[in-house]
């Protein structure tokens, strides 16, 4: 995470964006009185909103503890997965 003040944000605009995209980076605008802006990609705020989704249901919240708790103490099974073909 980085910050970088509104002026310089307006004249380096894009690079600051490719730099959000494709460095995964999250950019806060600072502006006066403390009216401050994040900036992320697309991907990281769809993660995000996912995450605060899934983690904001108790039920999905427990479900996904107990699965990694058994994963942690090797309570798991691999299994190989087999390609099919729709052309059969």
Not at 56 to 65: D, F
């Amino acid at each position: 995470m980085f910050a970088v003040n509104y002026s310089n944000l307006r004249e380096n605009m894009k690079a600051y964006m490719d730099k959000i995209t494709d460095d995964y980076e999250t950019l806060i605008v600072t502006r006066k009185e403390n009216k401050n802006v994040v900036m992320m990609s697309e991907e990281a705020y769809n993660n995000l909103m996912e995450n605060m989704h899934v983690m904001g249901n108790q039920a999905n919240y427990e479900w996904l503890m107990e699965s990694k708790a058994q994963l942690e103490k090797g309570k798991f099974s691999t299994h190989v997965l087999e390609e099919v073909s729709d052309h059969e």
